[in-house]
Protein backbone atom coordinates (compact mmCIF):
# COMPACT_ATOMS: atom_id res chain seq x y z
CA UNK A 1 0.00 0.00 0.00
CA UNK A 2 0.83 3.54 -0.81
CA UNK A 3 -0.48 6.12 1.27
CA UNK A 4 0.24 9.74 1.01
CA UNK A 5 -0.67 12.14 4.05
CA UNK A 6 -0.76 16.00 3.92
CA UNK A 7 2.53 15.94 1.63
CA UNK A 8 3.42 19.43 0.55
CA UNK A 9 6.54 20.95 -1.30
CA UNK A 10 7.50 24.14 -1.62
CA UNK A 11 9.66 25.82 -4.05
CA UNK A 12 11.54 28.58 -2.81
CA UNK A 13 13.64 31.40 -5.81
CA UNK A 14 14.00 34.78 -4.57
CA UNK A 15 11.63 35.78 -2.53
CA UNK A 16 8.65 34.03 -4.18
CA UNK A 17 7.79 30.85 -3.17
CA UNK A 18 5.56 27.71 -5.14
CA UNK A 19 3.91 25.21 -3.74
CA UNK A 20 4.17 22.95 -6.22
CA UNK A 21 2.20 19.61 -3.95
CA UNK A 22 -0.17 21.48 -1.42
CA UNK A 23 -1.38 19.19 1.02
CA UNK A 24 -1.96 16.24 -0.81
CA UNK A 25 -3.54 12.77 0.71
CA UNK A 26 -3.93 9.70 -1.12
CA UNK A 27 -3.62 5.70 -0.89
CA UNK A 28 -3.39 3.25 -3.44
CA UNK A 29 -3.57 -0.22 -2.62
CA UNK A 30 -0.86 -3.17 -3.72
CA UNK A 31 -1.31 -4.30 -7.28
CA UNK A 32 -3.18 -1.18 -8.27
CA UNK A 33 -2.72 1.47 -10.77
CA UNK A 34 -3.54 5.04 -10.66
CA UNK A 35 -3.01 7.84 -13.10
CA UNK A 36 -2.37 11.08 -12.59
CA UNK A 37 -3.69 13.65 -14.56
CA UNK A 38 -3.89 18.02 -14.67
CA UNK A 39 -2.63 20.60 -16.91
CA UNK A 40 1.18 21.70 -17.23
CA UNK A 41 2.82 23.15 -14.31
CA UNK A 42 -0.02 21.53 -12.03
CA UNK A 43 2.57 19.41 -9.45
CA UNK A 44 2.50 16.23 -11.50
CA UNK A 45 6.57 15.64 -12.02
CA UNK A 46 6.95 16.79 -8.19
CA UNK A 47 4.75 14.42 -6.79
CA UNK A 48 6.34 11.68 -8.90
CA UNK A 49 9.83 12.85 -7.48
CA UNK A 50 8.25 12.85 -3.82
CA UNK A 51 7.22 9.41 -4.46
CA UNK A 52 10.44 8.19 -5.52
CA UNK A 53 12.55 10.08 -2.91
CA UNK A 54 14.64 11.69 -5.50
CA UNK A 55 13.65 15.20 -3.21
CA UNK A 56 12.27 15.49 -0.04
CA UNK A 57 8.65 17.14 0.62
CA UNK A 58 8.28 20.43 2.75
CA UNK A 59 5.86 18.82 5.08
CA UNK A 60 3.99 15.56 4.98
CA UNK A 61 3.97 11.60 5.34
CA UNK A 62 4.63 9.06 1.98
CA UNK A 63 4.41 5.59 3.55
CA UNK A 64 5.58 2.73 1.01
CA UNK A 65 4.57 -0.55 2.70
CA UNK A 66 5.82 0.06 6.76
CA UNK A 67 8.04 2.91 5.66
CA UNK A 68 7.75 6.28 5.69
CA UNK A 69 10.38 7.47 2.99
CA UNK A 70 10.68 11.12 4.21
CA UNK A 71 12.16 9.54 6.77
CA UNK A 72 15.28 8.05 4.97
CA UNK A 73 18.56 9.21 5.35
CA UNK A 74 22.01 8.59 2.34
CA UNK A 75 22.31 5.08 2.21
CA UNK A 76 18.83 3.63 3.16
CA UNK A 77 17.85 6.43 0.21
CA UNK A 78 19.94 5.24 -2.28
CA UNK A 79 19.18 0.88 -1.44
CA UNK A 80 15.43 2.36 -1.58
CA UNK A 81 15.64 4.19 -5.10
CA UNK A 82 17.95 1.36 -6.35
CA UNK A 83 15.51 -2.01 -5.14
CA UNK A 84 12.39 -0.79 -3.86
CA UNK A 85 11.37 1.28 -7.10
CA UNK A 86 11.19 1.68 -10.19
CA UNK A 87 11.33 4.19 -13.03
CA UNK A 88 10.22 5.01 -16.13
CA UNK A 89 10.36 8.33 -18.31
CA UNK A 90 9.05 10.03 -21.17
CA UNK A 91 12.19 9.90 -23.26
CA UNK A 92 13.50 6.12 -21.56
CA UNK A 93 16.64 7.03 -20.11
CA UNK A 94 18.37 4.11 -21.20
CA UNK A 95 22.40 3.77 -21.56
CA UNK A 96 22.88 4.29 -25.30
CA UNK A 97 25.70 2.35 -25.61
CA UNK A 98 24.82 -0.79 -23.76
CA UNK A 99 22.54 -3.37 -25.36
CA UNK A 100 18.49 -4.25 -24.09
CA UNK A 101 19.77 -7.26 -22.28
CA UNK A 102 23.04 -5.05 -20.51
CA UNK A 103 20.87 -2.00 -19.55
CA UNK A 104 18.13 -5.05 -18.12
CA UNK A 105 21.25 -5.84 -15.97
CA UNK A 106 22.13 -2.76 -15.01
CA UNK A 107 20.06 -2.43 -11.41
CA UNK A 108 20.72 -5.98 -11.01
CA UNK A 109 24.17 -5.17 -10.73
CA UNK A 110 23.26 -2.67 -7.98
CA UNK A 111 21.48 -5.54 -6.33
CA UNK A 112 24.71 -7.49 -6.27
CA UNK A 113 22.76 -10.50 -8.48
CA UNK A 114 26.05 -12.53 -9.60
CA UNK A 115 26.30 -12.22 -13.41
CA UNK A 116 24.48 -15.34 -14.69
CA UNK A 117 21.06 -14.85 -12.71
CA UNK A 118 21.31 -11.34 -13.81
CA UNK A 119 21.69 -12.27 -17.82
CA UNK A 120 18.83 -14.95 -17.35
CA UNK A 121 16.68 -12.72 -15.20
CA UNK A 122 16.89 -9.96 -18.27
CA UNK A 123 16.41 -12.01 -20.44
CA UNK A 124 13.25 -13.07 -18.91
CA UNK A 125 12.22 -9.63 -18.10
CA UNK A 126 12.28 -8.68 -21.91
CA UNK A 127 10.32 -11.35 -22.96
CA UNK A 128 7.88 -10.97 -20.38
CA UNK A 129 7.73 -6.92 -22.59
CA UNK A 130 7.36 -8.69 -25.59
CA UNK A 131 10.93 -7.19 -27.16
CA UNK A 132 11.94 -10.02 -29.15
CA UNK A 133 15.08 -12.25 -28.91
CA UNK A 134 17.07 -10.50 -31.91
CA UNK A 135 16.49 -7.03 -30.50
CA UNK A 136 17.25 -7.53 -26.87
CA UNK A 137 21.19 -7.90 -28.39
CA UNK A 138 20.53 -4.09 -29.81
CA UNK A 139 21.46 -0.66 -28.83
CA UNK A 140 18.87 1.79 -27.78
CA UNK A 141 19.87 4.13 -31.12
CA UNK A 142 18.48 0.46 -33.15
CA UNK A 143 15.35 0.20 -31.64
CA UNK A 144 11.58 1.92 -31.90
CA UNK A 145 10.58 4.57 -28.80
CA UNK A 146 8.00 1.88 -28.11
CA UNK A 147 10.94 -0.78 -28.25
CA UNK A 148 12.67 1.28 -25.97
CA UNK A 149 9.97 2.41 -23.60
CA UNK A 150 9.67 -1.77 -23.44
CA UNK A 151 12.92 -2.24 -22.54
CA UNK A 152 12.61 0.80 -19.98
CA UNK A 153 9.61 -0.94 -17.95
CA UNK A 154 11.78 -4.19 -17.89
CA UNK A 155 14.77 -2.37 -16.38
CA UNK A 156 12.13 -0.81 -13.82
CA UNK A 157 10.59 -4.41 -12.80
CA UNK A 158 14.35 -5.72 -12.45
CA UNK A 159 14.10 -5.73 -8.26
CA UNK A 160 10.52 -6.53 -8.14
CA UNK A 161 9.96 -2.88 -6.96
CA UNK A 162 6.94 -2.44 -4.79
CA UNK A 163 6.47 0.83 -7.03
CA UNK A 164 6.94 1.43 -10.61
CA UNK A 165 6.29 5.35 -11.28
CA UNK A 166 6.11 6.68 -14.60
CA UNK A 167 6.32 10.56 -15.68
CA UNK A 168 4.31 10.33 -19.07
CA UNK A 169 5.81 6.96 -20.62
CA UNK A 170 4.03 7.42 -23.85
CA UNK A 171 4.83 11.44 -24.27
CA UNK A 172 6.73 10.53 -27.53
CA UNK A 173 4.53 7.32 -28.53
CA UNK A 174 2.05 7.49 -31.15
CA UNK A 175 -1.39 6.85 -29.49
CA UNK A 176 -1.52 3.12 -30.56
CA UNK A 177 1.77 2.16 -29.15
CA UNK A 178 0.96 4.03 -25.80
CA UNK A 179 -1.99 2.27 -25.51
CA UNK A 180 0.03 -0.46 -25.86
CA UNK A 181 2.66 0.52 -23.54
CA UNK A 182 -0.07 1.70 -21.00
CA UNK A 183 -1.41 -1.87 -21.23
CA UNK A 184 1.58 -3.63 -20.64
CA UNK A 185 2.18 -1.74 -17.51
CA UNK A 186 -1.68 -2.47 -16.13
CA UNK A 187 -1.14 -6.29 -16.71
CA UNK A 188 2.29 -6.09 -15.30
CA UNK A 189 0.89 -4.28 -12.12
CA UNK A 190 -1.82 -6.78 -12.19
CA UNK A 191 0.74 -9.84 -12.31
CA UNK A 192 3.62 -8.76 -10.59
CA UNK A 193 1.48 -7.06 -7.85
CA UNK A 194 3.38 -4.32 -8.43
CA UNK A 195 2.08 -0.51 -7.37
CA UNK A 196 2.12 1.95 -10.53
CA UNK A 197 1.62 5.42 -10.25
CA UNK A 198 1.94 6.33 -14.17
CA UNK A 199 1.16 10.85 -15.21
CA UNK A 200 -0.43 10.99 -18.89
CA UNK A 201 -1.73 13.52 -21.03
CA UNK A 202 -4.27 10.91 -22.62
CA UNK A 203 -7.66 10.78 -21.00
CA UNK A 204 -8.84 7.90 -22.45
CA UNK A 205 -5.93 5.88 -20.86
CA UNK A 206 -6.22 7.33 -17.41
CA UNK A 207 -10.25 6.30 -18.00
CA UNK A 208 -8.64 2.52 -17.96
CA UNK A 209 -6.61 2.92 -15.02
CA UNK A 210 -7.89 1.84 -11.45
CA UNK A 211 -8.11 5.01 -10.19
CA UNK A 212 -7.10 8.92 -11.14
CA UNK A 213 -5.68 11.50 -9.24
CA UNK A 214 -6.20 14.91 -10.95
CA UNK A 215 -4.38 17.99 -9.79
CA UNK A 216 -5.02 21.31 -10.54
CA UNK A 217 -2.24 24.38 -8.95
CA UNK A 218 -0.85 21.63 -6.56
CA UNK A 219 -3.92 20.22 -5.30
CA UNK A 220 -5.63 17.30 -5.86
CA UNK A 221 -9.21 18.20 -6.74
CA UNK A 222 -10.66 14.77 -7.51
CA UNK A 223 -9.82 11.16 -7.23
N1 LIG B 1 13.02 22.78 -8.96
C1 LIG B 1 12.04 23.70 -8.99
N2 LIG B 1 12.25 24.96 -8.55
C2 LIG B 1 11.27 25.89 -8.57
N3 LIG B 1 10.03 25.65 -9.01
C3 LIG B 1 9.75 24.41 -9.48
C4 LIG B 1 10.74 23.38 -9.51
N4 LIG B 1 10.17 22.25 -10.03
C5 LIG B 1 8.90 22.57 -10.32
N5 LIG B 1 8.64 23.87 -10.00
C6 LIG B 1 7.35 24.56 -10.15
O1 LIG B 1 6.36 23.78 -9.52
C7 LIG B 1 5.16 23.77 -10.26
C8 LIG B 1 4.80 22.33 -10.63
O2 LIG B 1 5.74 21.84 -11.58
P1 LIG B 1 5.73 20.33 -12.10
O3 LIG B 1 5.64 19.42 -10.94
O4 LIG B 1 6.88 20.16 -13.01
O5 LIG B 1 4.35 20.29 -12.93
P2 LIG B 1 3.85 19.27 -14.06
O6 LIG B 1 4.70 18.08 -14.05
O7 LIG B 1 2.42 19.00 -13.70
O8 LIG B 1 3.93 20.02 -15.36
C9 LIG B 1 5.40 24.67 -11.46
O9 LIG B 1 4.92 25.96 -11.15
C10 LIG B 1 6.90 24.67 -11.60
O10 LIG B 1 7.35 25.85 -12.19
MG1 LIG C 1 5.81 17.14 -15.63
Known sequence: MLQVTNLKKVFKSGDTNVTAVND???????GQFASVIGKSGSGKSTLLSLL??????TSGQIMVGKQDITKLHDHALITYRGTKIGFVFQNYNLV????ALENVMLPLEFAKVPKKKRQARAKELLDQVGLQDDKQQRKPGRLSGGEQQR???ARALANKPQLI?????????DSQTGKMIFDLLHSLARTERTTIVAV???LSIAGKTDVTFKLR??????K
Request: hydrophobic letters at 35%.
Open 217 to 222: DGKLIS
Open 24 to 30: ISFSVPD
Open 165 to 173: LADEPTGNL
Open 52 to 57: GALDKP
Open 200 to 202: THD
Open 151 to 153: VAI
Open 96 to 99: PNLT
